[in-house]
C-alpha cells in the first residue's frame, strides 16, 4: 500500500473494505489470532491510510501497533483514526529499505500488496527475519497473475478510480500488479528460508500466506 498522492489515498479507502473482508477476517481469526501471544508488537509495512491496523486494533486492543509508509498523504489519514487499543507509531520509511524496528521486536509482520513491486524480494524478505521475534509470524497478502482478459475485466469493474480512467489504468498497471503466480510466491518464500503455515484465498486474484521463518 506505497501509493501516494490524493487520488491513491482516495482509491484505497474506498477498495478496503472489498479486499479486506468478512473471508479475510475469518481467516485471521482462525488461523493468525490464535498463534498470538496475549499482547503481540504487529507492524504493518506499506500501512496506507491505516484502516487495517484500525480494525487489528479492535480484534486485538492489547497488541502494540506500528504502521510504516512512505506516503505522506496515507500516514496523515491514519493518524486521524480512532483506535480501540493504544493509537499506533506511525513511521515514514520505504518498506523496501532498513525497516525501522529493532531485531527480534515483532511478534507479527504484515504486508498487503506491496510485495510484487519490490524489486528485489529476498533483501526485503531477509529484513523481515530480522525483525520478526523468535516464533514471530509473517502474513503476506498479494496479487497472484491471472489472464490479461481477466486483469482487465476486474480493473473495469473495481471502485476507486473515475470509471472513464479504469481501462487505460488497468492497462497502466498490468505488468506490475499481474506478476507473479501462486507457485512464484511459494518459491520465493521457500527460497528465502520461510515456512508457509498456512494459505487462503480471501479475494479473487489474491493470496494470504502465513509464515514463520527457518
Not at 504487529?42 to 506500528?66: E, F, N, Q, V
Not at 510484487?116 to 497472484?144: C, I, K, Q
Request: glycine share 6%.
Amino acid at each position: 500500500m506505497t501509493q501516494s498522492g490524493e487520488r491513491a489515498l482516495t482509491r484505497q479507502l474506498e477498495r478496503y473494505y472489498v479486499r479486506f473482508n468478512d473471508d479475510f477476517w475469518a481467516f485471521f481469526a482462525d488461523q493468525v489470532e490464535p498463534l498470538l501471544p496475549d499482547a503481540p508488537v504487529l507492524a504493518d509495512l506499506g500501512c496506507g491510510p491505516g484502516l487495517y491496523l484500525r480494525d487489528m486494533s479492535k480484534r486485538l486492543p492489547s497488541a502494540t501497533l506500528i504502521g510504516i509508509d512512505r506516503g505522506d498523504d496515507m500516514l496523515r489519514h491514519a493518524r486521524t483514526l480512532t483506535f480501540a487499543g493504544a493509537t499506533p507509531t506511525f513511521e515514514s520509511a520505504d518498506v523496501a529499505g532498513r525497516l525501522p524496528l529493532a531485531d527480534g521486536s515483532v511478534n507479527l509482520l504484515t504486508i498487503a500488496a506491496v510485495m510484487h513491486t519490490l524489486e528485489d524480494p529476498f533483501s526485503f524478505l531477509e529484513e523481515a527475519r530480522r525483525v520478526l521475534a523468535p516464533n514471530g509470524l509473517f502474513l503476506m497478502y498479494d496479487w497472484v497473475r491471472v489472464g490479461f482478459k481477466q486483469y482487465i475485466d476486474f480493473r473495469v469493474s473495481e471502485p476507486g478510480d473515475p470509471f472513464e480512467v479504469r481501462y487505460p489504468r488497468a492497462l497502466e498497471l498490468f505488468s506490475t500488479h499481474n506478476k507473479y503466480t501462486a507457485d512464484d510466491w511459494h518459491w520465493i518464500f521457500e527460497e528465502a528460508g520461510f515456512q508457509v503455515a498456512q494459505e487462503a484465498w480471501p479475494f479473487p486474484r489474491a493470496i494470504a500466506l502465513l509464515m514463520r521463518p527457518l
